[in-house]
């Protein structure tokens, strides 16, 4: 190590850091303590829990994030949200490295977005004595959910991962590489089931107005 660039630095890059580092163990602890107080605020103390989700993650300052705890992250600070973004319950963020919302993106309950990633031989995945002391070496890939997307309940989102725009991940779904924009993925692992068109419409202010059922296009054939 040269002491030039700094463990979080290196982890915010996706390169190989010491997760048992110093720096990184009390930004881990500071962001596990936040998540900790947001999830104890009750939900009718409205601006002390917005206050304390905005500690946790800076990025959701007037943006009008709707977060229903408990929600569950590591450092909060790698979390960034665009605009009206809606996180359900029990929701895991990773945020080792990166984790970006686009505007309008709708998580659905017990989603895990997980950025973090090891060795795949176990001698170099656990803690192990190095010329330089003892380190936990491991690394992370950013995961990006682009405007208007909508991720169903229980989905898991592997590290490195793009979720195009309007994109709707079906529930249960593993994500393991990127899917494309105005697409329906589902299966484990996620495949492409169709592209969403014109026939998804549901017309749903005339139909609010008329109290009838939602119905597409596509749901007539």
């Not at 990184?24 to 605020?41: A, S, V, W």
């Amino acid at each position: 190590m040269t002491g030039k660039v700094s463990e979080w630095e290196r982890m915010i890059a996706g390169k190989l850091y010491n997760a048992s580092n110093e720096e990184i163990e009390k930004q881990h602890i500071k962001g596990l303590t936040r998540c900790d107080k947001f999830n104890r605020i009750p939900f009718r103390r409205a601006k002390a829990k917005q206050k304390a989700l905005e500690k946790l993650i800076p990025s959701a300052k007037d943006k009008d994030l709707c977060v229903f705890a408990p929600l569950y992250c590591e450092y909060g600070v790698n979390i960034h949200v665009g605009k009206e973004c809606f996180i359900n319950y029990s929701c895991t963020f990773l945020d080792v490295s990166p984790i970006t919302l686009g505007n309008g993106v709708w998580i659905g309950a017990n989603v895990t977005l997980a950025t973090p990633n090891h060795s795949f031989l176990a001698e170099e995945r656990l803690n192990a004595d190095y010329p330089d002391g003892r380190h936990n070496l491991e690394y992370s890939e950013p995961i990006t959910i682009k405007d208007g997307c909508w991720i169903c309940s229980n989905v898991t989102v592997s590290a490195g991962v793009t979720i195009g725009e309007n994109s709707i991940v079906a529930a249960g779904v593993v994500v393991l590489n990127d899917v494309p924009p105005n697409s329906i993925v589902a299966g484990i692992p996620a495949k492409v089931i169709r592209q969403i068109d014109e026939d998804d419409r549901m017309n749903v202010w005339e139909t609010y107005m008329k109290n009838e059922t939602p119905v597409s296009k596509r749901k007539k054939k």
